[in-house]
């Protein structure tokens, strides 16, 4: 492998992010380039299957605290963190690697930085809903539902104003503004998601490529250990990071959960199939015995015969759902949920739970929306539209190839 024909990629070590990207990432491959993938080393079996070479980051998956996405403050100075720590040790190894192009995730900052010192061509990836300017709608989207803790979080001021001073000083690094660290842009963007799901797509730039949902497509490397029922499903996941919400999940299991003598056909009907990370204070809970429990779903497998998906409203989430044409009932449980599911919401593919009290209410009419909804518009925002990138990346090669035969190499 030449090294004209190596991509450096920086991603974010949660499944969210991560599924987002590799199909793209395997297409890239595929296309015969070298795809060097950093993140931590829980993801090294799911980016080798997609083809990739893993690249472990200088810090460890428990030094990295994800779940504090909700709070804008507090997660900006993590990435300013993060890449103040990351930084010495993957600029030296990009120079090594002489890449032709690198591609880091929105939120990846270091990324950015090593694009910028390397003075390569850079590639922003989306797997969240975009912001382009101040006051576009994708920043009103974000201020619905974040605003409310924005200022929570003032005292992780001082922290990053040291931070930002630091890596100015140490490597001369601008553009350190909390719109520029939380949505870090390159050259060109490629979002994963359709252009319908971003707030005001419309008006985004040629800058923008909207490349679907590319989640549904990846390479999985795990498998159910139970056998799905074919029909009569409801199948519930609240994501990997945003799962504490224990109140909801027992009133889940009190109105979902089949019970001696009940005379509620619905219910009988049903099977509940439950992502749960298990034990939780005060014990392991016990459920019904129409649930099946794990705390790992091959989710694609389940969505296939879901009759509803009951969910946090993570976009990876609801978009797969939306290829399959299973409704959703979305329980947000941050700002970044609530943003997607709104958006979801007014397309006519699902509803927020109101009331957690009537969720089989809500769980009934959810379903019925299937009756009527936009079929050719949900068939829309599921199309892979990955050409529009790999073109983007046939012409950085064609470009370095001629400027190949320019130098007489």
């Known amino acids: 492998m030449e090294e004209k024909d190596r991509i450096l990629w920086y991603g974010i070590p949660a499944y969210g992010h991560i599924n987002s990207n590799l199909y793209f990432a395997k297409r890239l491959v595929g296309e015969g380039f070298q795809v060097a993938y950093y993140a931590t080393e829980e993801f090294r079996t799911v980016i080798e299957a997609n083809g990739c070479k893993f690249r472990p980051y200088p810090i ?8 504090d996405g909700d ?10 963190q993060y890449t103040a720590d990351m930084l010495p040790v993957l600029i030296p190894e990009a120079k090594k690697e002489k890449p032709c192009g690198i591609i880091f995730d929105s939120l990846a900052l270091w990324g950015r930085m090593v694009k910028d010192d390397l003075q390569v061509p850079g590639f922003g990836f989306y797997s969240i809903i975009a912001i382009s300017h101040i006051g576009d709608r994708g920043f009103w989207a974000y201020g619905e539902g974040f605003s409310a803790d924005f200022l929570r979080y003032a005292g992780e ?13 140490d490597w001369g690094k601008t553009k350190l503004g909390l719109l520029d660290v939380l949505m870090n842009k390159g050259d060109r963007n490629f979002m994963g998601y359709s252009r319908l799901f971003q707030p005001g797509g419309e008006r985004l730039g040629k800058e923008y490529q909207f490349l ?5 497509y990846r390479q999985s490397v795990r498998q159910n250990d139970f056998v799905c029922p074919k029909e009569k499903v409801i199948y519930i996941s609240f994501g990997t990071i945003f799962n504490q919400n224990e109140r909801l999940l027992r009133e889940i299991v009190n109105q979902f959960g089949r019970k001696k003598g009940q005379e509620n056909k619905w219910i009988k009907e049903y099977t ?3 992502v ?3 034990k939780r204070e005060g014990g392991k809970m016990r459920f019904p015995d129409n649930f099946i429990v794990r705390d790992f779903v091959n989710q694609g ?3 296939r015969y879901a009759s509803l998906f009951i969910t946090a409203g993570g976009a990876n989430s609801i978009h797969e759902a939306l290829y399959y044409g299973v409704p959703c009932l979305m329980c947000p449980q941050q700002g970044e949920q609530l943003m997607n599911a709104k958006r979801f919401e007014q397309l006519g593919f699902g509803r927020i739970l109101r009331n957690p009290r009537r969720i089989i209410q809500e769980a009934t009419q959810a379903i019925s929306l299937k009756d009527n909804w936009p079929e050719e518009k949900r068939k829309s925002m599921t199309r892979p539209c990955v050409e529009k990138g790999l073109k983007i990346f046939r012409n950085l090669k064609n470009e370095s190839n001629k400027g190949d035969k320019r130098d007489g190499r």
């Open 71 to 80: 709070k804008i403050l507090k997660l900006y100075r993590l990435i300013l």
């Open 276 to 278: 749960w990370p298990g």
């Open 301 to 303: 497998e389940i969505l």
């Open 272 to 274: 509940v199939i439950l």
């Open 60 to 67: 460890l998956q428990k030094e990295i605290d994800l779940s």
């Open 212 to 216: 679907g949902p590319l989640a549904i």
């Open 157 to 169: 001021m001082p922290r990053i104003v040291k931070l930002r001073r630091e890596l100015w000083k």
